[in-house]
């Protein structure tokens, strides 16, 4: 009986297998004649499963894949110390296969290891994301950063109109909190737009700011936001620091005294129900977008080696959540924040970066001023 | 400055919150005592209570229970701390190497089973409800009363079963015949032995109980402090209380003082963290910082009690 039923097992799958397998690799050969179906390897120094970055790459690869335009592979790395010693090795192997037209990784972790590889590999094309520590030395790496400082205008402009608009659970003061990850260029490059545009909404505006100090110790967010809340009366808490910026958004739930705002990607969509709803919008960064952006640039003959790609709204790299909760907040203030994001498009505002020459220090002095 | 760090301390969140971040450390401190005073070094603290984290909110979530999820975190915390006693005390594996062993297996272990339980693989905020978060109590009569009310009452059931724990363990380790086999283990083994203690037995017990406490102290982590678990979630609490069994001296009560007072450097870093041009990374020493100079004074004045003790008896010779 056992036998004949794994017998069935057995064969159900290994049909599921072939079904599973033969549209895409019709697909794949009917787009052939059309266009180059690129090979690419997507190198993940961490997991999948963020909720976020790697998550957003990987959705946008799936997309390509389903459009017939590349196949691509996705290792994972792992993220921890003793995983580390597996990037290089990884990136080596992949880079001498040779079977791939592609390689794709990211983070400011990675771009002393693709300096190592690419250049030992000139014939191989190499993209990293999130990272411009070696734009323009290596012919066959691209570059490709995003305008996090645009996202942190919007969101700043979101949390000064909504402080004093006199919605459910906010108090009078002009008061509103950012809740970092580590006191970094890219975080600071989030938080001096978020400072920039929320003394566009109100020149005398406040902005509580502290670090975690990492990425993963929730409770100590939590702890750090629930200071911010009785002590300086904050009751817009943006959460920029991974999974330690949630405290924030359990701080809020919690005292009932304040709204949370999310981060790369739309949290309210990840969080169970409670925490959720007090989820207001979230600041996106669209890893995924990117990555079909660029893609879609190379397939039109658009190569940019060797340079650095900055993505912004106009490319869907980067974005703010104007739906669900943001439907039900006043409305001067979504037509606010709307406007905000029309004038970054259009370029009619140039939002200051941390990541510019002597901007990190000149965001410092700008929170320090700012801090209640 | 100092008025500003004056009047965020004299605040009764202030004083509330350092029994907030007290516990948990409080809670991995005891399970250090314990196995310490029958002589087991229980290393893999931080690993043991990532597990029981892990189970915690997800019996929590699967039987949408509190209570049950507490009561499962514990059995896994007894579970991971009778795995390293088997190694080290049945198959004769160095016991510090074992407790690396979990705390190793932990980081990847847990996103291991997260992923194949849930299919989630960083976090669990899409699981969580504050219906399976463990309760706080108001304490009746208490809670009337103005100042103390703010501080004393109001904290998570699991707060007060810390500090009510720390008198336990030690009505446990003085007044019981099981608390007398395991400090006499802890002491000499040969000579408990040689009276007919079964060694291997008490040292299972201890490391039992400490276990238990790991799963209370995982369990308060991801289940009240944070709502939900990520594998970051401990952030080095179990090493935190394995320095406060140290310098409590192995004192169920020494390691309460110790943990309050990493508690209280943790509570005064958090306010000071919001003023104006303080560094972050600077001030997130001073827990360590506050430690260290503990650990400088008490045994600067246990230096001057022998000293004092030796020439008293140089005296009478």
């Known amino acids: ?372 | 400055m100092l008025e500003q760090i004056g009047s965020m301390i004299f605040q009764t969140d202030f004083v509330f919150s350092i029994f907030r971040i007290t516990a948990p450390i409080l809670f991995a401190a005891l399970a250090a005592v314990v196995a310490e005073k029958a002589g087991v070094t229980n290393i893999g603290l931080e690993g043991i209570m990532l597990f029981c984290a892990l189970f915690g909110t997800l019996f929590a979530y699967w039987t949408q229970n509190w209570f049950i999820g507490v009561c499962s975190a514990v059995v896994v915390g007894v579970f991971f701390a009778l795995l390293i006693g088997f190694f080290a005390l049945q198959l004769n594996t160095d016991i510090i190497l074992a407790g690396i062993a979990v705390n190793t297996m932990s980081s990847g272990g847990t996103i291991f089973l997260l992923y194949m339980f849930t299919g989630e693989r960083g976090n669990t905020a899409a699981l969580t409800s504050s219906k399976l978060l463990i309760p706080t109590v108001e304490i009746p009569i208490l809670n009337k009363i103005p100042i103390l009310g703010d501080i004393l009452s109001g904290h998570a059931v699991l707060t007060y079963v810390a500090f009510i724990m720390v008198f336990l363990v030690w009505i446990l380790l003085y007044k019981t015949a099981i608390g007398l086999k395991i400090r006499a283990v802890g002491e000499n083994e040969h000579a408990a032995e040689s009276v007919g203690v079964n060694v291997r037995f008490i040292k299972y017990i201890a490391l039992a109980i400490s276990g238990v406490f790991c799963g209370l102290g995982g369990a308060f982590m991801s289940m009240y402090y944070s709502q939900s678990f990520n594998t970051g979630i401990i952030a080095g609490r179990g090493f935190i209380a394995l320095a406060a069994q140290a310098m409590g001296q192995g004192e169920p009560v020494g390691a309460m003082f110790s943990s309050l007072l990493f508690g209280f450097a943790q509570a005064l870093r958090t306010k000071v963290s919001g003023i104006q041009g303080v560094s972050s990374n600077l001030i997130s020493a001073m827990p360590y910082l506050v430690t260290i100079i503990g650990m400088v004074i008490y045994a600067a004045s246990t230096m001057r009690k022998v000293k004092r003790r030796n020439a008293d008896k140089e005296k009478n010779q």
Not at chain 1, 342 to 357: F, K, R
């Open chain 1, 1 to 372: 009986m056992k036998k004949w039923l794994s017998l069935a097992v057995a064969s159900v799958m290994v049909l599921g297998m072939i079904t599973g397998c033969s549209p895409s690799s019709n697909n794949s050969s009917n787009n052939q004649e059309e266009a180059k179906v690129l090979n690419v390897c997507n190198l993940v120094n961490g997991n999948l499963g963020d909720k976020s970055f790697f998550d957003s790459a990987q959705a946008g690869l799936e997309q390509l894949e389903a459009d017939g335009k590349i196949t691509f592979k996705t290792i994972e790395m792992g993220a921890t110390d003793a995983d580390q010693p597996k990037w290089l090795e990884t990136l080596n192997e992949v880079s001498d296969s040779g079977e791939y037209d592609l390689i794709i990784c990211g983070t400011y972790q990675m771009p002393d290891y693709l300096k190592e590889v690419a250049d030992a590999h000139p014939d191989q094309k190499y993209l990293i994301y999130d990272d411009t520590t070696y734009v323009g030395q290596s012919p066959n790496v691209a570059n490709m950063s995003f305008k996090q400082n645009d996202v942190g205008y919007m969101v700043g402009v979101f949390a000064a109109a909504m402080t004093t608009s006199g919605y459910t659970n906010t108090n009078e003061d002009p008061v509103i909190g950012f809740l970092g990850g580590v006191d970094s260029p890219v975080i600071n490059d989030f938080l001096y737009g978020y400072l920039v545009g929320a003394q566009s909404v109100n020149p005398d505006i406040k902005v509580d700011t502290r670090y975690v100090t990492n990425y993963y110790d929730t409770a100590y967010g939590k702890e750090l936001a629930l200071s911010m809340i009785n002590d300086n009366n904050v009751d817009i808490i943006w959460g920029c620091g991974g999974t330690a910026g949630n405290g924030g958004a359990e701080a809020a739930q919690e005292t009932g005294k304040a709204w949370f705002i999310g981060v790369d990607s739309d949290q309210e969509q990840t969080f169970a129900e409670e925490l959720a709803a007090i989820t207001l919008t979230s600041g996106l960064k669209n890893v995924g977008d990117g990555l079909i952006w660029f893609i879609d640039e190379l397939n039109a003959g658009n190569e940019y080696w060797g340079q650095e790609i900055c993505l912004g709204i106009n490319e869907g790299g980067v974005g703010i959540v104007t739906d669900k909760n943001f439907a039900n907040v006043p409305q001067e203030v979504q037509d606010a924040v709307l406007a905000a994001q029309e004038a970054v498009s259009n370029g009619e505002i140039t939002v200051p970066s941390a990541l510019s020459d002597g901007g990190n220090a000149e965001a410092i002095a700008l929170r320090d001023s700012m801090q209640p």
